[in-house]
């Protein structure tokens, strides 16, 4: 008789690319679920591009993998004994979880992807692009479950070879509690008066706000275009914080000097999490305008901390969640002539912050983080149930 059959906690086992504040909060809320017996493998401890160092990978049970030969064989062992549990597999791309997909699929054991949005709108060698191609449409398939991110998520894992039925919505979930303890905060609330000041802008100026890795396809230089017209036609004072680092930050900063920007923008740096909370308390609106972009964390974040978010149309928690001029706005992407004049009309007008920034407070709160455990729970013991009938 299984764990499930017998009644007790169902058994997940969640393998992850590295440790994330905001997945380290989901992991903390599926360990603390007493329906759960909860344990996360992470493929590597952390990442050039996420430099984080604060503290994570805590509050759960969670292995960092030590592979051989590319395999971890003890992760890879557990997966093809343990058929009475539940693994969500958060890679596609990597020998080890490759290795756990088919294993689990080889004894018919449960087995589900987490794969946020897959990108496939970037230029790749027509080579790679043509065996990653095959290779998906092949492993697909296999696994019973694919949670993804929204109806974006939905159209382009149908059209790479998954099963209309095999499709859950899992999109990231937030703490909703966060953004009214970090108010109370004193040392954050000093840190956004600070950053307030040092683009100039007192009560009465409007600070805008670009969050996230300094990249080509994360179009910061739209959003400068766009603040630069913007600024160029009110007299009220505007500021931009630009909080991230990457390898666009050295022509960003070029850019803004040639627009004549001066200290209206300031350029952060890499943000660690108390950081990245002074700048929404200093800002009142999210610029995202990426050229591509599956599902950004930062417009959940941003809605979640009552801020008035402009995202580019290609985002899909845009296409989710955005209702335009009620809890946010949309604008096609790469048009700083549309994303200039929301943010100008903003300006002009900021009795609508607090409302729209209500709006989308409103909306982050559909999607408390039990709504996401439940999901998982009940995904978990639908299959584990099934396979246990056959």
């Not at 160092?53 to 592979?67: D, H, Q």
């Amino acid at each position: 008789m299984s764990v499930h059959q017998a009644g007790g906690p169902v058994r997940i086992h969640q393998i992850h690319k590295l440790p994330a504040p905001y997945s380290d909060f989901f992991f903390q809320a599926l360990e603390e679920n007493p329906g759960i017996d909860f344990h996360v493998y992470y493929l590597w401890r952390g990442s050039w591009q996420r430099p984080w160092k604060a503290e994570l990978a805590r509050g759960y049970n969670n292995t960092f993998m030590k592979p051989i030969w590319g395999i971890d064989w003890r992760l890879l062992t557990t997966a093809w004994r343990d058929v009475d549990s539940f693994f969500i597999v958060g890679d596609w791309a990597h020998l080890p979880t490759v290795a756990v997909i088919l294993a689990r699929y080889l004894r018919r054991a449960p087995v589900a992807l987490w794969v946020d949005t897959p990108v496939e709108d970037i230029k790749r060698p027509v080579l790679k692009q043509w065996l990653r191609r095959r290779f998906l449409e092949w492993l697909l398939p296999k696994p019973d479950i694919i949670f993804g991110t929204g109806r974006k998520a939905r159209r382009v894992l149908l059209d790479m070879g998954a099963r209309a039925e095999q499709f859950v919505d899992l999109p990231f979930l937030l703490d909703l509690d966060r953004p009214q303890l970090a108010a109370r905060e004193a040392e954050i609330w000093h840190e956004a008066q600070k950053l307030r000041e040092t683009v100039h802008c007192g009560p009465e100026g409007l600070v805008f706000a670009m969050l996230g890795r300094l990249a080509a396809i994360k179009g910061n230089d739209i959003g400068l275009h766009a603040f630069a017209r913007c600024r160029k036609l009110t007299p009220k004072p505007l500021g931009l914080l630009i909080a991230g680092d990457g390898p666009e930050r050295q022509n960003l900063e070029a850019l803004a000097h040639r627009l004549g920007l001066g200290d209206s923008v300031s350029f952060l740096g890499w943000q660690e999490p108390m950081g990245v909370e002074a700048v929404y308390l200093a800002s009142e609106v999210i610029l995202h305008p990426a050229r591509i972009d599956p599902f950004p964390v930062v417009i959940l974040d941003a809605m979640n901390w009552s801020r008035v978010v402009i995202g580019s149309d290609v985002c899909g928690n845009v296409e989710d969640r955005i209702i335009h001029g009620v809890n946010g706005f949309a604008f096609p992407a790469e048009d700083v002539a549309a994303l200039a004049g929301i943010m100008l009309d903003l300006a002009h007008h900021p009795e609508k912050l607090p409302e729209i920034g209500a709006q989308a407070r409103k909306t982050a709160e559909a999607w408390p983080v039990q709504r996401g455990v439940a999901i998982v729970l009940e995904q978990a013991a639908k299959i584990l149930t099934a396979k246990e009938i056959r």
